[in-house]
């Protein structure tokens, strides 16, 4: 009767000394008796692994090596078997998991800038996890998540950047939950985002905007900069859309005889358009004449990367915020000018949240609702204003 063997994925760790220059046994590199500091080395999954035993004496670089090899033995997956023909499979560790989840985002078709900060901010954490001698996901536990998540103030000083950072972080957890790499999804605590106010800009502020463009830029840039401000103004584009809006997009409404700039791509056909004014669509249009891109309006090459060309986009937007007064404006001001133009002159929030393309009109109440309740304070000022001028009101007896 054949025995069952039994086959580990443990791999074999070696200890080994970096001698100091001045060590008379530095040619022997595995001498146990010096006072050199002592290291480990070991190969797994076709991946040769160093880390430093943070001793100078063998005997405990011994001990730190069991220590190793007993992380390896709990997340051993073989077990005995019954066959002469065996192949043993490795454990899957954290860096391995990082690399096929960040494979099955490649799949899912997403781009390169947002597959790039994938990459780097879960091999972040795998650095941070085998900093800690962890290298397998069960070891994955609250309390290492939390210590983790301490860093990010240094590195993300945004809020809505390190939310982001953690929605990633528990797509990557949930992953290796349903690959049975963990039994559960450790859970942090929601981080609070700092939201920026919703500031639309006074008319003078738009104008001066404006008026400050042909002194911070030569003229061909200076044209197109002044479209797409004032696109970004009209259509309520953020900057990333403006950016990567294609001359296809752009419209001409024949019935009506006007310019169109398409701000919402829909699945059923029909997509959500702005009219811009005449003279809006006039600079857009010369704007496009001077970009030689086949396809786009302002992206001056589009084969480089997007992030890097919404990147410069956003200096320029700032520098003439700068130039302006404007120390605090941000870009986002064009677009939340849009939209309270719209909701002062009685357009309604639902018509509003489409023209902005948002997928829910919470969205929009989040951040416009208080100029809903300003347009209808006015609304009730005038209609109490009638009261006056009007009929006699009756006082009625029970």
Known sequence: MTQPVQISAVPSITIFVRHTNECPRKADEFYKNCRCHKHLRWTYAGRQHRQAARTRIWKLAED???KIEAQYEAADPTKPIQSVSVEAKAAVTIERAVQL?????????????????????????????AQRSKRFPHEIALDTLTEFRAEWSDTYPSSTTRAKVQERLRGFLRYCYEARLIDRVPSLSPIKVDEPPTMP?????????????????????AQRVHAFVQLMRFSGLAVGDTV???????????????????????????DVSVALPPQVASEVISAMKLNRHPKHIFWNTGTGKLQTAVTNWQHDLRQIFRAAGQLEGHPHQLRDTFAVSLLERGVPLEEVSKLLGHTSIKTTEKYYAKWVKARQDRLDDLVMATWA???ALVETRA
Do not use: C, H, W
């Not at 800009?201 to 840039?221: G, H, N």
């Open 101 to 129: 989840y960040v494979l099955d985002k490649r799949s899912q078709g997403l781009g390169g800038g947002v597959l790039k900060k994938y990459e780097r901010e879960l091999e972040r954490f795998a650095n941070f996890m």
């Open 64 to 66: 730190a090596r069991r």
């Open 201 to 221: 800009l006074a008319p003078e502020q738009y104008s001066r905007l404006l008026e400050v463009i042909p002194d911070e830029f030569p003229a061909p840039k």
């Open 389 to 391: 001028s009007g009929p």
């Open 244 to 270: 990567r809006l294609e001359r296809d997009e752009l419209l001409f409404d024949s019935k009506k005889r006007i310019y169109r700039v398409v701000t919402d791509r829909q699945k059923t056909g029909t």
